[in-house]
């Protein structure tokens, strides 16, 4: 079993950045494949991008990609997700999740985080 806590989030301007945190608990961290989620209010939770166990194999959602970077770094226990050129329409609550496979289904992850907000101001 493996938690997750999310950080990193917080309020910026369009055009900005932020870096996402997700850190993880227990010894087994590098034996899951992580993604990243958001979910907007009043829609659905989407995928934004995943990383395979040993960080060699990324894939992204079309509406993030070239802005949007996911990266892990095993021996912390961590996986981030930068997002430069930030937009309003990026604004979210922002989950990581732990499952077997990288893949953009949201019931391939069995374990979640609590999630922590984006907000991209105009």
């Known amino acids: 079993q493996v938690q997750l806590v999310e950080s990193g989030g917080g309020l910026v301007q369009a055009g900005g950045s932020l870096r996402l945190s997700c850190s993880a608990s227990?010894?087994?961290?590098?034996?899951?494949?992580m993604g990243w989620f958001r979910q907007a209010p009043g829609k659905e939770r989407e995928f934004v991008a995943a990383?395979?166990?040993?960080?060699?194999?990324?894939y992204y959602a079309d509406s993030v990609k070239g802005r949007f970077t996911i990266s892990r770094d095993n021996a912390k226990n961590t996986v981030y997700l930068q997002m430069n050129s930030l937009k309003p329409e990026d604004t979210a609550v922002y989950y990581c999740?732990?499952?077997?496979?990288?893949?953009?289904?949201?019931?391939?992850?069995?374990?979640w985080g609590q999630g922590t907000q984006v907000t991209v101001s105009s």
């Open positions: 990383i395979s166990r040993s960080g060699g194999n990324t």
């Open positions: 999740a732990a499952g077997p496979y990288p893949s953009s289904v949201i019931t391939t992850y069995a374990y």
């Open positions: 227990g010894r087994t961290f590098s034996s899951y494949a």
